[in-house]
Nanobody
Framework: QVQLVESGGGLVQAGGSLRLSCAASGRTSSNYAMGWFRQAPGKERRFVAAISWSSGTTNYADSVKGRFTISRDNAKNTVYLQMNSLKPDDTAVYYC???????????????WGQGTQVTVSS
C-alpha cells in the first residue's frame, strides 16, 4: 500500500503561480515513478507530468511544457509540481499517482491521492 497526500492548491489569478506537493508514505520504492494528473469539471482525468524517483527524468503534457516543473525530494518522499504562468484552463482538481515510467511513457498505477483544487481566475 502507498498513501499519497496532496497539498498546495488554491485560488490564483491568471499569470500567477502555485506549488503543489505530494507526500508519499507506505510501501514506497525507488522503482516507482510519480505522476500528476488533473480533472476539470465534466472532463476526463488527464496526464500532466511525471518523474522517476531514481533518475529524476521527467515527462510533461504539451499543454504545460515550459510552464510547469515537476521535481522530487527523495529524502522527504515528496514530489512537487511548480506551476507558473497559470491560465484559467488550468483550473482542475490535481491528483498525484504512484506508477511506473519507461522512457517517455508513464504508466499510471492504482494509488491516488485525494486531490487538491486549483482555480485560476481570469
Amino acid at each position: 500500500q502507498v498513501q499519497l497526500v496532496e497539498s498546495g492548491g488554491g485560488l490564483v489569478q491568471a499569470g500567477g503561480s502555485l506549488r503543489l506537493s505530494c507526500a508519499a508514505s507506505g510501501r514506497t520504492s525507488s522503482n516507482y515513478a510519480m505522476g500528476w494528473f488533473r480533472q476539470a469539471p465534466g472532463k476526463e482525468r488527464r496526464f500532466v507530468a511525471a518523474i522517476s524517483w531514481s533518475s529524476g527524468t521527467t515527462n510533461y503534457a504539451d499543454s504545460v511544457k515550459g510552464r510547469f516543473t515537476i521535481s522530487r525530494d527523495n529524502a522527504k518522499n515528496t514530489v512537487y509540481l511548480q506551476m507558473n504562468s497559470l491560465k484559467p484552463d488550468d483550473t482542475a482538481v490535481y491528483y498525484c499517482n504512484a506508477g511506473q515510467k519507461s522512457g517517455s511513457v508513464y504508466y499510471q498505477g492504482n494509488y491516488w491521492g485525494q486531490g487538491t483544487q486549483v482555480t485560476v481566475s481570469s
